[in-house]
């Protein structure tokens, strides 16, 4: 199901209901498997469809764990609420929480160069280097899959068959879907859209917004030298080559992606680089 294309109002109807709060109806955010809106009181409630195998393999409470995180700009979780449609065999949750110091930096996969400050870029290395700090039992669910050893072996091999040094070696807590729609600026740096948050290779956000970021050469230099230690390192190298997958692989987006030629030259780059480790 794709909530940008699905009626919502029933949802919105339960959120209200449930959260004890009327909803802006005119300030509706949908994206493929949430759906978002401003409050009567100031905060914002997002609600996220799960299915059901879905639910089960991820568990829930995605951003009321991300309460316990010291350091890490991100909204200020208030509250949160889960119920079940039988109709469609699916899950809903819906957390409640602070609104966002900005809007999105921009697209998820940028043409564009924000041109972010310096002041920006600090906020986000000490963000994501308190991140790595922390200890969690959740496993991260990049594209709503739980990341393992064997899934980053099959999604790399599987776009670059010559790639067999796909050991990682470093595991740590990671947003998991950090890309520029989900981080604020160009001013105030916050993290948001926490559901898929949990432990996985170190490197994945680094490697995530570097690809993200391909398309803009000045802006994917950037973020290699500000995440180098990162993606520098060779659980940094593999997270490089398993986002890249999903750029050439069976998956991809479109043939005209600016990113296509690069990926592969990069992802040569890399598996030589892994080889010769």
């Known amino acids: 199901m794709d909530l940008r294309q699905e009626p919502v109002d029933h949802v919105l109807d339960q959120v209200e209901q449930r959260l004890g709060t009327r909803l802006d109806r005119r300030s509706v955010v949908?994206?493929?498997?949430?759906?978002?809106?401003?409050?009567?009181?100031?905060?914002?409630?997002?609600?996220?469809?799960?299915?059901?195998?879905?639910a089960r393999e991820q568990g829930w409470g995605g951003f009321a764990a991300t309460a316990a995180l010291a350091g890490v700009a991100m909204p200020r979780w208030y509250g949160s609420t889960t119920w079940q449609d039988p109709d469609d065999r699916a899950i809903w949750h819906a957390d409640e929480t602070s609104l966002l110091p900005e809007l999105p930096v921009g697209a998820a996969v940028t043409a564009v160069d924000p041109e972010l400050p310096d002041d920006w870029w600090r906020s986000l290395n000490a963000s994501l280097a308190e991140l790595a700090l922390q200890r969690?039992?959740?496993?991260?669910?990049?594209?709503?899959?739980?990341?393992?050893?064997?899934?980053?072996?099959?999604?790399?091999?599987?776009?670059?068959?010559g790639a067999h040094e796909t050991r990682v070696d470093q595991w740590c807590p990671a947003h998991a879907d950090l890309n520029w729609a989900n981080i604020t600026g160009p001013r105030a740096f916050c993290m948001f859209d926490w559901e898929d948050w949990g432990m996985a290779p170190r490197?994945?956000?680094?490697?995530?917004?570097?690809?993200?970021?391909?398309?803009?050469?000045?802006?994917?230099?950037?973020?290699?030298?500000?995440?180098?230690?990162d993606l520098e390192s060779r659980a940094g190298m593999v997270m490089q080559l398993f986002v890249l997958a999903k750029i050439v692989g069976r998956h991809a987006g479109p043939n005209d992606d600016p990113r296509m030629g690069l990926a592969h030259r990069e992802a040569a780059r890399l598996i030589r680089a892994l080889q010769g480790d």
Do not use: H, M, N
């Open 136 to 161: 969690t039992a959740r496993v991260a669910t990049p594209d709503t899959e739980q990341i393992t050893q064997q899934l980053v072996d099959a999604t790399i091999k599987a776009a670059f068959p």
């Open 203 to 229: 490197g994945l956000d680094s490697a995530s917004l570097y690809a993200a970021s391909l398309a803009v050469p000045a802006l994917a230099d950037r973020v290699r030298r500000e995440r180098r230690a």
């Open 30 to 54: 949908r994206k493929r498997r949430t759906v978002g809106a401003g409050t009567d009181r100031g905060t914002w409630a997002r609600v996220e469809r799960r299915p059901w195998a879905r």
